[in-house]
C-alpha cells in the first residue's frame, strides 16, 4: 500500500467523495449484518466502487472478531482502520501486527491520556483517528498529534441506541481550530444527501449501517461515491 488514509481522502476529494466503507457484523438496533455473506465478498465490493479505506469494527459489543480484521488486512491494498475501545498499548501493538493502517482511539475514553496514545500509535507506525462527540473531545484532540480527527454523530456510550445526526459534524466541525487535520464525519449516514451536508464541513465520510443493509452494497457505495 503506497498511501496512507489520511493522504488517500486528500488525494481522493479533489475528484469523488471520500467514503471509508465499514465491514460491520452486527449493529444493536438492526442486528445480523453480514447475512451469510463472505467477508471477503463485500470488501470486494467496496473496493470496486472505489471505497477510499476500510473500517473493521473488531469490539465484541459489536460482534467483531479480530482474525477478519486480519484477514482484510491481508486480502486488501486500501488503508484498514481498526474500530475498538482501546485502552492499552498492548492493542495498539495488536492492531499493528495485523497490518492495520489506523487506529480508533476516542477522546472521551482516554481523556488526557489520548495524547500519549496517539505517539504510541505513531511509534507502530499507525495512524490515529481521534473519536469525538462533543467541544470537550475537540480540546482533548487538538492537543494531540492525531492526523484524522473522527466527528461522531452518534453518542457511542448509548451504544447505538441513538439514531445519529448530521447536525454533529455541523455544529463541531466548526469548533475545530487547529489547520492540518482530516476531519471524517461518521455514524448516522444514510443518504446521499446526509453524505453532502456532511461534506459540506469534513472531508470524508463513514457508513457501515446503509452499506451493510443493501442487497448490492457495491452499486450502494458507487451512488455514494459518484453522487
Ligand atoms: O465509534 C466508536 O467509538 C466505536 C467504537 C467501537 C466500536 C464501534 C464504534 N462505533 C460504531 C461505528 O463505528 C459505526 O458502525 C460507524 O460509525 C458506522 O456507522 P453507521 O453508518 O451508522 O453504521
Do not use: W
Request: glycine letters at 6%.
Amino acid at each position: 500500500m503506497d498511501f496512507g488514509l489520511a493522504e488517500r481522502i486528500e488525494v481522493y476529494r479533489e475528484f469523488v467523495n471520500p467514503v471509508i466503507a465499514e465491514i460491520k457484523t452486527y449493529s444493536p438496533i438492526h442486528g445480523d449484518l453480514v447475512r451469510n455473506r463472505n467477508v471477503i465478498d463485500i470488501l470486494r465490493a467496496y473496493e470496486n466502487a472505489n471505497a477510499v479505506g476500510i473500517s473493521y469494527i473488531t469490539a465484541r459489543e459489536f460482534k467483531g472478531d479480530f482474525e477478519n480484521l486480519k484477514l482484510i488486512c491481508k486480502e486488501t491494498e486500501l488503508p484498514v482502520l481498526r474500530k475498538d475501545f482501546i485502552l492499552s498499548k498492548e492493542e495498539i501493538e495488536r492492531t499493528a501486527s495485523a497490518e492495520a493502517s489506523a487506529i480508533l482511539l476516542i477522546a472521551r475514553l482516554l481523556g488526557h491520556k489520548t495524547a500519549e496514545f496517539v505517539d504510541l500509535a505513531h511509534e507502530s507506525d499507525l495512524e490515529a483517528l481521534v473519536e469525538v462527540h462533543s467541544a470537550e473531545d475537540i480540546q482533548i484532540v487538538e492537543e494531540s498529534k492525531a492526523e484524522i480527527i473522527g466527528i461522531n454523530n452518534r453518542d457511542i456510550m448509548k451504544l447505538e441506541k441513538d439514531d445519529g445526526d448530521v447536525s454533529v459534524t455541523e455544529r463541531l466541525s466548526g469548533l475545530i481550530s487547529v489547520k492540518g487535520r482530516i476531519v471524517v464525519s461518521a455514524s448516522g449516514i444514510r443518504t446521499l444527501e446526509d453524505l453532502k451536508r456532511a461534506l459540506k464541513c469534513a472531508d470524508a465520510v463513514l457508513i457501515g449501517t446503509a452499506l451493510m443493509m443493501a442487497d448490492d452494497p457495491e452499486s450502494k457505495l458507487r451512488s455514494f461515491v459518484e453522487g
